[in-house]
């Protein structure tokens, strides 16, 4: 029996990062953490036919160019990162000027398409992009689960933060990426 009964999409966001900034190496530390349940949901998705979006960061490239953007960011400090969570040719891929995915971008019309009503929020950083994205997505009236083993910030405190802000005040769902496979797809 399926339990899908909403139309979900995986956002990852921000994963494909070079973390060659002030604090880098910490955000890079946290997110080796998040790898393999980022993987494992994303697995579950594919199997599921889930939609796959990768949401990145241009790093003044401006071109939604995956091939570009990766040989651009990768390093040794990302090197497990991205050898397990490099986009494959059935996901999607956009890239967004600020911080929310939602800014400037087409995936709210990419979402309308693939008539998802419930997203999955995952990725870099915690704090940052993935709260602006989740604030965007709330307004815009999604359903919103952010496992909370699938979302890294530069500080442990600031990852609280943001998922009890994402909790409390946008109703996110924010079981671990088990439960959500479990309960919810």
Known sequence: MNKV????????????????????????????????????LKQV????????????????????????????????????ILAKLKPDDKD??????????????ALNTLLYHLEADSLIL??????????????DAYMREYSLYVPNDCLASVAEEDNTYALRMMKNVLQANIDDSTTLIEDQL
């Open 5 to 40: 009964t909403s139309k979900f999409a995986l956002l990852i966001i921000d994963i494909i990062n070079p973390f060659d900034f002030q604090h880098g190496r910490s955000l890079a530390d946290h997110t080796l953490k998040i790898v393999e349940p980022i993987s494992n």
């Open 45 to 80: 998705c594919r199997e599921k036919d889930i939609p796959i979006i990768y949401i990145n960061d241009h790093y003044n490239l401006w071109q939604a160019n995956l091939e570009t953007i990766y040989k651009k960011c990768s390093n040794e400090l990302n090197k497990k």
């Open 92 to 105: 999607y891929f956009l890239i967004k000027p600020k911080h929310s995915a939602f800014y400037g971008t």
């Open 122 to 135: 995952t990725g870099i950083a915690g704090n940052i992009c993935v709260l602006f994205t989740a604030n």
